[in-house]
């Protein structure tokens, strides 16, 4: 493609990339691309996973430039509970900034 800038989102399902997205990265190169990752989680992602999704798409000749993931559910009397949906969406404008910067620095 003609692209050289591309942002990959992802729920994430216990632990790993939905499948959908997986069977995108393995089926495609990205040789010469940078490229963003953007996932949606309902706990914040243990570093050995992110890195395995990283390590897929840089597998496949990407130069992963960023990571970001947003945490939709939050703990409440030791119960996971959806965040408010502004909330969310606040959450998500603030990695705006910080993709902006990760493509063009």
Request: no cysteine.
């Amino acid at each position: 493609s003609p692209y050289k800038k591309i942002i990959i989102a992802s729920p994430i399902w216990t632990g790993t990339l939905s499948t959908a997205i997986r069977t995108l990265i393995d089926k495609n190169r990205f040789d010469n691309k940078q490229v963003i990752m953007f996932t949606t989680t309902n706990a914040a992602e243990k570093e050995k996973y992110i890195e395995k999704s990283k390590a897929r798409v840089a597998k496949q000749g990407a130069q992963v430039v960023g990571y970001y993931q947003v945490v939709v559910k939050r703990a409440v009397d030791g119960k996971k509970v959806d965040k408010p949906k502004q909330e969310i969406i606040e959450d998500t404008l603030k990695v705006v900034p910080e993709i902006k910067k990760a493509f063009f620095k």
